[in-house]
């Protein structure tokens, strides 16, 4: 199909990684929501901080899924227990345990929680459903740039720059993100449809979208220890 052409609605494209086969499937899976301008990245224009405003609005949901997941919890109670080794309540236990995590992930001005991380050995699928005022999948020659602007807001920032000179806000002491590399990621499926109007919105813009991102987390081989997720 050559790029410009139309397409029926909605339309489904799959990206594999050629990473480490999958042992174990689906051990978490949960879904992220974003809505608001989505624009392309391209190699002179990487959206350094347009991808940190869609990476501060993943936060409050991945601060809430470790406060709500058993697995995540534990793994933070060991940590707060190394950290602070007093006796202290489970609600100053979680705080310790994630100020403790935020600090072995200091970087870029930040104090980062990532939640697929080599230590864990997970790998994640992603599936996506992209809303936008176009819908074709071809149309404009961007949706591989605008998937790069959302894959690259879903991870840690490694420099000042890549987290667009920003400071952290009051509620962002540590910043959850989900991925501390898109090398971790194991499959991207988007399935992109037409976006009629954001919620709350009387107008639409070219470049609005909303976007459902259906997260997967897997053991990427056979654990014998620390096996946080089952």
Not at 105 to 123: D, H, K, N, Y
Request: proline share 6%; hydrophobic share 40%; charged share 25%.
């Amino acid at each position: 199909m050559q790029c410009g052409v139309p397409v029926q609605l909605p339309h489904t494209a799959v990206f594999v990684n050629t990473g480490d086969p999958i042992e174990s499937e689906n051990l978490m899976e949960f879904r992220l929501l974003y809505q608001g301008e989505l624009l392309a990245c391209t190699n002179t224009k990487r959206r350094a901080k347009e991808k940190h405003v869609i990476r501060k609005s993943f936060h409050p949901q991945l601060r809430r899924l470790w406060s709500l997941e058993e697995n995540l919890r534990d793994y933070v109670y060991r940590k707060s227990l190394r950290a602070a080794p007093d006796p202290h309540t489970p609600e100053e236990r979680f705080g310790i345990g994630i100020q403790a995590i935020g600090k072995d992930w200091s970087r870029a001005g930040f104090e980062l929680v990532p939640l697929v991380i080599p230590e864990f050995a997970l790998q994640c699928s992603i599936d996506v459903l992209l809303l936008r005022p176009s819908g074709y999948i071809f149309t404009q020659g961007d949706i591989d740039g605008q998937l790069k602007t959302l894959i690259d807001a879903l991870r840690i920032p490694d420099s000042v720059e890549e987290a667009g000179s920003a400071i952290p806000d009051v509620d962002e002491h540590p910043l959850f993100c989900l991925l501390q590399d898109d090398k971790l990621i194991s499959e991207v499926k988007v399935t992109t449809d037409r976006l009629l109007l954001l919620p709350q919105e009387k107008d639409i813009k070219a470049n609005d979208c909303y976007a459902v991102i259906h997260v997967k987390l897997n053991h990427r081989n056979a654990r014998t220890f620390d096996n946080y997720f089952g």
